[in-house]
């Protein structure tokens, strides 16, 4: 069993640059996709980015050019550099294991992009 636990969320400004961790209770190197989703308040949870044990990388078209998920193996562990932060940014950033045929949540760290 994976348990990822998230971190580095908080309150940020507009503009802003803010890393998201995700630390795996298990090898990365055994997970076959670890990827980062949002869920904002009234909303459905979408895809933000998704990164495979090869190191392929996938977003979604509202994180390119501005996010980047990057995993440290030695680590256990997968960023989320975000950037250019806007207030419809804000949610709650949940990190996903995904290790065939199981899939483990985090709790979700609360990003909020606010002056």
């Known amino acids: 069993q994976v348990q990822p636990v998230e971190s580095g969320g908080g309150l940020v400004q507009p503009g802003g640059s803010p890393r998201l961790s995700c630390a795996a209770s298990?090898?990365?190197?055994?997970?076959?996709?670890m990827g980062w989703y949002r869920q904002a308040p009234g909303k459905q949870r979408e895809l933000v980015a998704t990164i495979t044990n090869s190191g392929a990388t996938n977003y979604a078209y509202a994180a390119k050019g501005r996010f980047t998920i990057s995993r440290d193996n030695a680590k256990n562990t997968v960023y989320l550099q975000m950037s250019s932060l806007k207030p419809e940014d804000t949610a709650l950033y949940l990190c996903?294991?995904?290790?065939?045929?199981?899939?483990?949540w985090g709790q979700g760290t609360q990003v909020t992009v606010s002056s």
């Open positions: 298990a090898s990365i190197l055994r997970i076959d996709t």
């Open positions: 996903n294991a995904y290790a065939s045929p199981y899939s483990y």
